[in-house]
């Protein structure tokens, strides 16, 4: 198997499709070549393909598509383009075609505020079958699953918008072989669960409830495969098929990439107390004001000095998953409601002896802490107050 990362930083001017000076070309083969062009993404499809997507004009399924955009319209902070701010799905298509001077028709596009400088690309191979995956993504403004609060309200008027919030997951992905039209949709399920699967490995937390995201609000694709007939076309692109596994690994890595870029997010980052916590809660402010309740005033203080040395303390952040863990399994019914307090209790005993280097006396941080029905954070504070001043007593 032949796996291909493109490290897609480069600086370019904006400019339009049609000034070639300022194209870039970032991967090329046989079937297609991907050029970005400042806010651009153009992906040229070489020979006539069958198209899935959910482009505003020409989505669904096509054969007419010869150009894959993907355009920055804003930046991540959410300020618009006023150009395009009030431009229906359809309106903003149709900009963006006359701006590259190509026929909307013939070009599936995507919007989003990530930065196209920050393009994660994997190219996946095996046995002369090649899966193209190319992806922007940004988290940090609407990272969602499918039943939490919705950003937008479709009327009969157009769309209102009931947050400001910004963030998208655009992915295209790419085969050099044909796919039946059904393949095409089983294709589409597994991108989309392979998506998912990058956001759990960073523990990527909804903005809107206590789950974990599963994406963001305004996610898009677009899937391309060749149209031959004369070759007998693929059927089967579940996860258990080799072709499943191939765009796992194209979508996942180009995904895990994109946020690595754009939002600083790898691994490493999330190994932070308050990553694991945060959609249940706990945040910068709330650490601080229950740490300087708990605590003597010389140990707040030592505290404030050095917040890292609790916050990103790997046993600590060990800890706090497994509080998170607890968690999920109280609101998702596996444990009752009446073991809560007293299995958080636990969890918070070991993180206090986690902190305090003294395993030893995990009973007795046990008996100082004090469970509380209402309060699902109370145990983790008591936990880390006592563990840290019994981490400087000596």
């Known amino acids: 198997m032949k796996i291909v990362q493109t490290a897609a930083i480069?600086?370019?001017?904006?400019?339009?499709?049609?000034?070639?000076?300022s194209r870039t070309t970032l991967f090329e083969t046989p079937t297609f070549v991907a050029t970005r062009a400042g806010r651009y993404l153009i992906v040229e499809l070489?020979?006539?393909h069958l198209v899935l997507s959910t482009s505003g004009r020409a989505g669904g399924q096509a054969t007419g598509i010869r150009y894959l955009v993907n355009h920055q319209s804003?930046?991540?902070?959410?300020?618009?383009?006023?150009?395009?701010?009030?431009m229906s799905r359809s309106e903003y298509h149709d900009y963006v075609a006359r701006l590259l001077n190509l026929n909307p028709m013939e070009m599936a596009m995507m919007g989003t505020a990530a930065?196209?400088?920050?393009?994660?690309?994997?190219?996946v191979e095996v046995n002369g079958v090649?899966?193209?995956a190319f992806v922007t993504a940004g988290v940090e403004g609407n990272a969602a699953r499918p039943d939490d609060p919705a950003d937008w309200l479709e009327t009969e008027n157009g769309y209102v918008n009931v947050s400001a919030n910004k963030g998208t997951i655009n992915t295209i992905l790419i085969f050099n072989k044909a796919l039946?039209?059904?393949?095409?949709?089983?294709?589409a399920i597994t991108m989309v669960e392979a998506k998912t699967a990058a956001l759990t490995e960073l523990a990527i937390p909804s903005l809107y409830s206590t789950h974990l995201a599963?994406?963001?609000g305004t996610d898009q694709f677009i899937i391309a495969s060749p149209s031959d007939p004369a070759a007998k076309p693929l059927e089967w692109p579940a996860s258990s098929s080799k072709l499943g596994q191939m765009i796992g690994q194209a979508v996942t890595g180009a995904t895990l990439d994109a946020l690595r870029w754009q939002n600083s997010l790898e691994p490493s980052a999330t190994r932070d107390l308050i990553h694991a916590l945060k959609r249940f809660g706990l945040s910068d402010e709330k650490l601080r004001t229950g740490l300087k309740e708990l605590l003597p005033q010389a140990s707040f203080a030592s505290f404030s000095k050095s917040p890292w040395a609790i916050t990103h303390d790997p046993g600590i952040s060990a800890g706090a998953y497994a509080y998170a863990a607890v968690l999920d399994r109280l609101q998702y019914g596996t444990l009752p409601q009446e073991l809560g307090a007293e299995s958080l209790r636990n969890q918070a005993a070991v993180i206090a002896a986690t902190l305090a280097g003294q395993p030893g006396k995990l009973s007795d941080f046990w008996a100082k802490i004090r469970p509380s029905a209402n309060d699902r954070l109370s145990p983790l504070l008591q936990g880390l107050a006592l563990g840290w001043q019994a981490r400087w007593a000596e």
């Open 74 to 86: 804003s930046e991540a902070n959410g300020e618009m383009d006023e150009k395009t701010a009030k």
């Open 180 to 187: 039946t039209n059904g393949a095409q949709a089983r294709a």
């Open 130 to 132: 090649s899966v193209d």
């Open 10 to 21: 480069l600086t370019l001017s904006a400019s339009l499709w049609a000034q070639a000076p």
């Open 115 to 123: 930065n196209m400088n920050n393009l994660g690309h994997r190219h």
């Open 46 to 48: 070489k020979k006539p």
């Open 214 to 216: 599963t994406g963001s």
